[in-house]
């Protein structure tokens, strides 16, 4: 038993967080890219981060470098920057300061008081690759606190849920910008940058050596059981918390969530490679996106923002009728 | 540090206030002071932290006392400013330096806090039930029934353990004799509670041997007790009712202290909005439905509890609220309408108020209050409007006050054109000085004034926690110990035994 109000709120530092270390990490590849001074490559890679991040398109953009300091900090009319994240994060833990862990707290409260001093620096050319390095150090410390400090009971399960939601359509849109894409217009470079984008080089390589095809990235990116930001890893993470949660919720609404969480992810276990990188490749991650939506509604639906009448004593029987 | 003792009787003098040493820029005034007599001895019950300061470097309390900000400031122990993103979080300053009660002089507080607590609760079911202390007379009907602060829907509601106040923050200071008297009552939401616990943990590491040898009194057991008490509200019907926290939210500046409370005891800590009443019953949205509620811990003021009984264009409570009380189906703590006992004047009646229900002696004084409603009074204050203190009832926080050795001659005149306009609505006091306390200020130890704040718990039975929050001024010579206005806190340490050392109970 947990308020409403709290489990949306352990709902969104999990968003929150994983927005951060998410933007965190693409900016840092992309500004490294950007180092490749000239190389048409190089821009392409920029444009496209920065679009995944929320960036107007190429036409009206700026200095890669300067674009990079508006989605880390903020400006006018940016509606969504790092700076924002990790406030929202924090605010949603001091909105359940009661619920959670000293130690989820601490860390959470100093990372929002390095980026909002950092924000107020000028030399931000010269100390962003460490900025970034250092708040995604943070974010995997905080994972790990919450995991180590925190009773996996259901403020944990709503934390992760939306982690992994929130994972699934920031790699979507990644994979979006780059399935729009012909195999060449992205070249070897392009690829390895998505990869990194994604965390994932490493483990790519492991799997599926130094290639870098279309069809390989898809099926790993996409369909990989094993590698944690995969759509497919993610879409069964989100179904086992969605699992864990259930089992509280009324039996109507927990219905809703777990068939839309179960066919997500039979979706992906079972697809075929075909659909994943022929013609229908993105029509089949914009479904998984969709899905994600329909889940987080459903979620909001049957735990937060239910209808009172429906949960008063004596009704429970009145709605099954 | 352990040799300290020896070390101080072998020396020709031991260190006096105002003289060359570590307490070279202590200097005793009028005003009582906490450690030192007026020989310049300390008194029962200081002997080890005198000791203790005797031999301490000035780079030595500077580090404990920037390890105390830091913990602080790290555990998110804030007072906040809030606004919009860049708010401002703000520690209130925790001196490291405790304040010290031998046991002798807390077990006559305790004896009167319980005293007064009790009174004030019989006064309480008396004007919201048959109301004689008004229809004998002793207490203008006007004063009470006229009170922003009275609450008509309270009118024959029957109150568990007719304890109307359940959680009670007395503010006490020492007059230059050295007796304690009480300058409010807080039987609203009296907050600072959460400074208690956190100064302790704080101070207790910082002089652990200190501590040890002092025999102090724990305080940790405040959110059990807070708990039992809750849950003694509404034990006639439930066995194990469920409790919860109610807080206006984040941006309520004792945010952190609800918060707080609320790990500490394993409530739940709601806000209005997670709360929903159906026939009268109350619930909370939780996320396996709606779950209900026995007993309310309301952080929030009586006014913005219930828009249908109170304020129209509060959010911070739960319509319907009211309505549920008056069922009996849940318990609201503090009971709404409490605070028409803390009124200001109000307080003036309060030894009357003692006597008439307990046939007792008040056993601590009030501050001396002049009245201006009664008409004697008010030419005698209006006599001496340059020494006195003028207060205006309904207002507080140091708003609407005229301190007379301070005004100006037309200060005084426009002050006196208000009483005579309004006299009911002001009352005077003489000024007095609080006692000082040995403080920590950069790298030496002075003195500053303070006053003292303890909790008194009253559900099925009365519980005194044995320790305060101690407000101190920290502005030189200034008097206002407000958090808003320059004031910090400190550790009280209520010692067990007689003050040569050894334990009572």
């Known amino acids: 038993m947990m308020l409403s109000r709290v489990a949306d709120s352990f709902y969104w530092i999990g968003r929150y967080t994983e927005r951060a270390e998410h933007a965190c990490r693409v900016l840092q590849i992309t500004l490294t890219a950007g180092l490749e001074a000239g190389a048409e490559e190089a821009e392409m890679t920029t444009e496209r981060a920065m679009r995944a991040l929320g960036a107007a398109p190429m036409a009206a953009r700026m200095d890669a470098l300067e674009e990079a300091r508006l989605l880390t900090f903020g400006g006018k009319g940016e509606i969504s920057s790092i700076h924002t994240a990790v406030f929202a994060a924090r605010e949603n833990a001091r909105q359940v300061r009661d619920q959670i862990t000293t130690e989820m707290w601490e860390r959470l409260n100093r990372l929002y008081f390095r980026v909002r001093e950092t924000a107020s620096k000028r030399n931000f050319s010269q100390i962003a690759a460490g900025f970034f390095e250092e708040t995604i150090n943070d974010l995997h410390a905080f994972k790990g606190i919450v995991s180590g400090t925190m009773s996996h009971g259901e403020g944990f399960h709503f934390l992760s849920m939306g982690r992994a939601i929130e994972r699934a359509q920031l790699i979507v849109r990644l994979l979006d910008l780059h399935f729009g894409e012909k195999q060449a217009a992205i070249g070897d470079f392009g690829w390895v940058q998505l990869l990194r984008m994604c965390c994932g080089l490493e483990p790519y390589l492991r799997v599926k050596t130094a290639t870098f095809r279309r069809d390989q990235i898809a099926d790993f990116l996409v369909l990989d059981p094993y590698f944690p930001r995969s759509l497919r890893f993610c879409a069964n993470t989100i179904a086992e918390h969605i699992d864990a949660v259930g089992v509280l919720a009324d039996e109507r609404a927990r219905e809703t969530c777990t068939r839309l969480s179960g066919r997500l992810a039979a979706r992906l276990n079972f697809a075929v490679l075909d659909e994943v990188t022929g013609k229908s490749g993105q029509a089949f991650i914009a479904q998984v996106a969709d899905d994600c939506i329909a889940i987080s509604d459903a979620v909001h639906a049957a735990f937060i923002s239910y209808s009172l009448a429906d949960r008063l004593p004596g009704t429970s029987t009145l709605g099954v009728r | 540090m352990a040799r300290a003792p020896e070390k101080v009787s072998d020396m020709a003098a031991p260190p006096r206030p105002g003289q060359e040493g570590p307490f070279e820029g202590y200097h005793l005034g009028a005003a009582y002071d906490e450690m030192f007599d007026a020989k310049g001895d300390p008194r029962p019950g200081w002997a080890g932290l005198y000791n203790r300061l ?47 009660i031998p046991a002798a002089e807390w077990d006559k507080l305790e004896r009167g806090f319980k005293q007064r607590l009790e009174a004030l609760n019989l006064f309480l079911a008396d004007i919201y039930g048959d109301q004689a202390i008004i229809n004998n007379g002793y207490v203008p009907r006007d004063l009470i029934l006229g009170s922003t602060n009275y609450r008509r829907e309270m009118l024959g ?227 001496n409007l340059d020494k006195l203190v003028v207060k205006a009832v309904g207002e507080s926080g140091g708003y609407g006050m005229l301190i007379g050795p301070h005004a100006t001659k037309a200060q005084i005149e426009e002050f006196a054109a208000k009483i005579k306009a309004d006299p009911d609505n002001y009352i005077a006091q003489p000024t007095i000085s609080l006692s000082t306390a040995p403080t920590y200020i950069d790298g030496a130890v002075e003195t500053r004034h303070v006053d003292l704040r303890p909790f008194i718990l009253c559900g099925a039975k009365m519980t005194l926690t044995p320790g305060a929050l101690t407000r101190v001024a920290l502005r030189k010579g200034s008097l206002v110990v407000n958090s808003s206005q320059g004031g910090g806190s400190k550790d009280t340490w209520v010692l067990s035994g007689p003050s040569d050392g050894r334990a009572r109970s």
């Open chain 2, 54 to 100: 005797s031999q301490a470097t000035p780079q030595s309390l500077r580090d404990l006392q920037a390890n105390i900000d830091r913990t602080f400031m790290a555990q998110g122990v804030t007072f906040t400013v809030y606004g919009h993103e860049d708010s401002t979080e703000r520690i209130i300053p925790t001196d490291i330096l405790p304040r010290i």
């Open chain 2, 157 to 383: 509601v029957e109150v568990p353990h007719g304890a109307y106040v359940n959680i009670c923050g007395t503010d006490v200071i020492r007059r230059e004799d050295g007796a304690y008297v009480v300058l409010e009552d807080n039987l609203r939401v009296p907050s600072g509670v959460s400074y208690m616990l956190s100064n302790r943990d704080a101070v207790k590491r910082a002089f652990p041997d200190l501590y040890r040898a002092a025999r102090v009194r724990p305080v940790e057991s405040y959110p059990d007790d807070l708990l039992a008490m809750l849950k003694s509200l509404a034990s006639e019907y439930q066995p194990d009712p469920t409790v919860v926290v109610l807080t206006p939210g984040v941006f309520n500046s004792a945010y952190f202290e609800h918060a707080f409370l609320a790990r500490l005891m394993g409530t739940p800590l709601v806000e209005g909005r997670d709360l929903a009443i159906h026939d009268n019953v109350v619930y909370m949205r939780t996320t396996s439905g709606l779950k209900r509620v026995d007993v309310i811990y309301r952080r929030v003021d009586d006014a913005f509890v219930d828009p249908l009984a109170f304020r129209p264009d509060s959010t911070l409570g739960v319509a319907g609220l009211m309505n549920a009380y008056r069922a009996g189906n849940v318990v609201i703590a503090n009971a709404p309408g409490a605070g028409v006992a803390d009124d200001k004047a109000v307080y003036a009646y309060t030894p009357q108020i003692i006597k008439h229900y307990l046939d007792q002696d008040p056993i601590i004084d009030i501050v001396e209050t002049f009245l201006c409603r009664e008409k004697s009074q008010m030419s005698h204050v209006l006599a």
